[in-house]
């Protein structure tokens, strides 16, 4: 039977209650227990896969598929599991299934209404996760900030599953900001106050509070919100600004929070089972050497479009002993063939990551050209595969206008082209060929050294391929398709010979890269800026 832990936000958003839900899995892990995490999105649509990276940053794919929100990502780190579909629930999702079920009859005339049938779909959305993963706890976070209109019947139906469980199976932990007032620095627990009695006005009574603050959270504060917020004060913690995200389930430990979930639970007995984190936080925090990727792409303002891509080069630089700056470049930048030079000959290491659409294709063709020529560690993930072969076909076969139909559906070389299945598709969500597919390596290639075996299984989200035509003579050209999908014949992996590090994918390695296990691809990556 699973236990459950609720982590709602208060007060603002942005304060981080996703790296706090993941925090609590990664201490629950260390004890021995294993954990499945979801996130409640309120928003209505079906999910992120059709939203602007400039709205909601990056769409993170589970390997069966799903097209999640940003913060999977973060648990998947923490954590260090493989999530399903499961773990992503959006108020779309929810209103579709109930509608479907609608119009088949499936309510036999009844009323139709958001109690019972809307939270019975959002409360069959954790039993199925807890059913499925068979996990010890499960943990939901709840998007958005207590007192929207549209996380109602979320909170509606964790309150129902808080009532229809064992008092010690369910858990509230709700996250606020403490404000700090200008000039007096006087720190502020009447927001707190507020969304404290806001839940309650919702059923929910909060067993634990995690605090953001730019001040430190005393014993006197803690004491005022027990006394207000009817909570003992050890079930008050503060989540202190660290200098890396992974410090935070220690930074929790230390305040004696896992030791009060368990008792909670009732699960006191538990011993720390490991303390790996701990040493790899260590380890990270030792790093002396410091490197500059170039990271070309066309959402680069909003940093948080590539948080996976960055994650995986933070944390493969911090293993390898060192600190990962990142230098943002906006791709249309690079076709200006003046800046070329300017702004990519002090880099370690250039990164072309996924993207869709035309702008800042040719400045991202041009840094691949750069890397290729200059000998400059180079590594394309999706989009950043494409304009490789964008760029060899133009201008080592000397292909004039070689493109990918997405940009130009009537060029005479199409290298980059649609599959025959996804010709006369024509709706956007959900369609691309998303999730886990196995890859081949070659024999005797950079890319077989670095994963050390012959199949791989990667996931994936991207709608145009490798157009084979054009193989034999890349191949010829000194191209190496070092993965194949053998199922379908689609390339998965390219390199250059004779190169520090020329490697593009298909696939999107960044997903599967952990701070306790860092991803093959990135490993090679890093180490081959570090060599530069
Ligand atoms: N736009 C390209 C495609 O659809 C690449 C997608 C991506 O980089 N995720 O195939």
Same mark, same amino acid.
């Given at each position: 039977?699973?236990?459950?832990?609720?982590?709602?936000?208060?007060?603002?958003?942005?304060?981080?209650?996703?790296?706090?839900?993941?925090?609590?899995?990664?201490?629950?892990?260390?004890?021995?227990?294993?954990?499945?995490?979801?996130?409640?999105?309120?928003?209505?649509?079906?999910?992120?896969? $059709?939203?602007?990276?400039?709205?909601?940053?990056?769409?993170?794919?589970?390997?069966?598929?799903?097209?999640?929100?940003?913060?999977?990502?973060?648990?998947?780190?923490?954590?260090?599991?493989?999530?399903?579909?499961?773990?992503?629930?959006?108020?779309?999702?929810?209103?579709?299934?109930?509608?479907?079920?609608?119009?088949?009859?499936?309510?036999?005339?009844?009323?139709?209404?958001?109690?019972?049938?809307?939270?019975?779909?959002?409360? @069959?959305?954790?039993?199925?996760?807890?059913?499925?993963?068979?996990?010890?706890?499960?943990?939901?976070?709840?998007?958005? $900030?207590?007192?929207?209109?549209?996380?109602?019947?979320?909170?509606?139906?964790?309150?129902?599953?808080?009532?229809?469980?064992?008092?010690?199976?369910?858990?509230?932990?709700?996250?606020?900001?403490?404000?700090?007032?200008?000039?007096?620095?006087?720190?502020?627990?009447?927001?707190?106050?507020?969304?404290?009695?806001?839940?309650?006005? @919702?059923?929910?009574?909060?067993?634990?509070?995690?605090?953001?603050?730019?001040?430190?959270? $005393?014993?006197?504060?803690?004491?005022?919100?027990?006394?207000?917020?009817?909570?003992?004060?050890?079930?008050?913690?503060?989540?202190?600004?660290?200098?890396?995200?992974?410090?935070?389930?220690?930074?929790?430990?230390?305040?004696?929070?896992?030791?009060?979930?368990?008792?909670? *639970?009732?699960?006191?007995?538990?011993?720390?089972?490991?303390?790996?984190?701990?040493?790899?936080?260590?380890?990270?925090?030792?790093?002396?050497?410091?490197?500059?990727?170039? *990271?070309?792409?066309?959402?680069?303002? *909003?940093?948080?479009?590539?948080?996976?891509?960055?994650?995986?080069?933070?944390?493969?630089?911090?293993?390898?002993?060192?600190?990962?700056?990142?230098?943002?470049?906006?791709?249309?930048?690079?076709?200006?063939?003046?800046?070329?030079?300017?702004?990519?000959?002090?880099?370690?290491?250039?990164?072309?990551?996924?993207?869709?659409?035309?702008?800042?294709?040719?400045?991202?063709?041009?840094?691949?050209?750069?890397?290729?020529?200059?000998?400059?560690?180079?590594?394309?993930?999706?989009?950043?595969?494409?304009?490789?072969?964008?760029?060899?076909?133009?201008?080592?076969?000397?292909?004039?206008?070689?493109?990918? $139909?997405?940009?130009?559906?009537?060029?005479?070389?199409?290298?980059?082209?649609?599959?025959?299945?996804?010709?006369?598709?024509?709706?956007?969500?959900?369609?691309?060929?998303?999730?886990?597919?196995?890859?081949? *390596?070659?024999?005797?290639?950079?890319?077989?050294?670095?994963?050390?075996?012959?199949?791989?299984?990667?996931?994936?989200?991207?709608?145009?391929?490798?157009?084979?035509?054009?193989?034999?003579?890349?191949?010829?050209?000194?191209?190496?398709?070092?993965?194949?999908?053998?199922?379908?014949?689609?390339?998965?992996?390219?390199?250059?010979?004779?190169?520090?590090?020329?490697?593009?994918?298909?696939?999107?390695?960044?997903?599967?890269?952990?701070?306790?296990?860092?991803?093959?691809?990135?490993?090679?990556?890093?180490?081959?800026?570090?060599?530069?």
């Amino acid at each position: 039977m699973a236990k459950y832990i609720f982590v709602t936000g208060g007060v603002v958003s942005g304060i981080g209650k996703g790296i706090t839900a993941a925090s609590i899995g990664r201490m629950l892990k260390d004890r021995g227990l294993t954990v499945f995490m979801q996130k409640f999105d309120p928003y209505l649509n079906i999910d992120p896969g $059709t939203m602007s990276p400039y709205q909601h940053g990056e769409v993170f794919v589970t390997k069966d598929g799903a097209e999640t929100d940003l913060d999977l990502g973060h648990y998947e780190r923490f954590i260090d599991e493989e999530l399903t579909k499961r773990a992503s629930i959006t108020t779309g999702k929810v209103y579709s299934k109930v509608i479907n079920k609608e119009r088949k009859g499936d309510y036999n005339g009844e009323t139709v209404q958001v109690i019972p049938h809307i939270t019975d779909e959002i409360k @069959n959305a954790v039993y199925k996760a807890a059913n499925e993963s068979g996990a010890d706890i499960i943990i939901t976070e709840i998007g958005g $900030t207590v007192g929207d209109i549209e996380s109602l019947p979320f909170l509606e139906s964790i309150r129902q599953i808080h009532s229809e469980n064992k008092q010690d199976d369910v858990l509230f932990v709700h996250t606020v900001l403490v404000p700090q007032i200008p000039g007096s620095d006087e720190l502020k627990t009447k927001p707190t106050q507020h969304s404290f009695k806001e839940l309650m006005s @919702n059923g929910i009574k909060t067993d634990i509070f995690v605090i953001r603050s730019d001040g430190e959270i $005393t014993d006197q504060i803690k004491r005022k919100i027990s006394l207000f917020c009817d909570v003992p004060v050890e079930a008050i913690v503060q989540s202190k600004n660290v200098e890396l995200i992974y410090e935070v389930p220690l930074v929790f430990k230390d305040q004696g929070l896992d030791k009060y979930i368990l008792k909670k *639970l009732n699960l006191e007995d538990r011993k720390l089972s490991t303390n790996s984190w701990e040493e790899m936080v260590e380890r990270f925090k030792s790093a002396k050497k410091e490197i500059t990727i170039g *990271l070309v792409g066309k959402y680069v303002e *909003l940093h948080d479009a590539y948080l996976s891509v960055i994650q995986a080069l933070f944390d493969a630089g911090y293993e390898n002993g060192a600190k990962v700056n990142i230098e943002w470049i906006n791709a249309e930048s690079l076709e200006d063939k003046e800046n070329l030079d300017k702004n990519l000959k002090n880099l370690d290491g250039i990164i072309v990551p996924g993207g869709f659409g035309s702008r800042g294709t040719d400045g991202m063709v041009a840094a691949s050209r750069y890397a290729r020529e200059n000998n400059v560690p180079f590594f394309g993930i999706c989009y950043g595969m494409q304009v490789v072969l964008i760029d060899l076909a133009r201008n080592v076969l000397g292909l004039e206008g070689a493109n990918s $139909t997405e940009i130009n559906p009537d060029t005479k070389y199409p290298v980059i082209d649609l599959l025959e299945n996804q010709e006369n598709i024509d709706e956007l969500g959900g369609t691309l060929r998303l999730g886990n597919y196995e890859c081949t *390596l070659k024999e005797g290639s950079r890319a077989k050294s670095l994963y050390g075996k012959d199949k791989i299984l990667e996931r994936h989200r991207h709608r145009y391929e490798f157009n084979n035509d054009f193989k034999e003579d890349l191949e010829k050209a000194g191209a190496i398709f070092s993965g194949i999908n053998e199922e379908n014949n689609l390339v998965e992996i390219i390199e250059l010979e004779n190169h520090k590090n020329f490697i593009a994918c298909q696939f999107h390695p960044e997903f599967k890269s952990r701070p306790n296990n860092i991803h093959p691809l990135f490993d090679g990556f890093i180490k081959a800026a570090l060599d530069k």
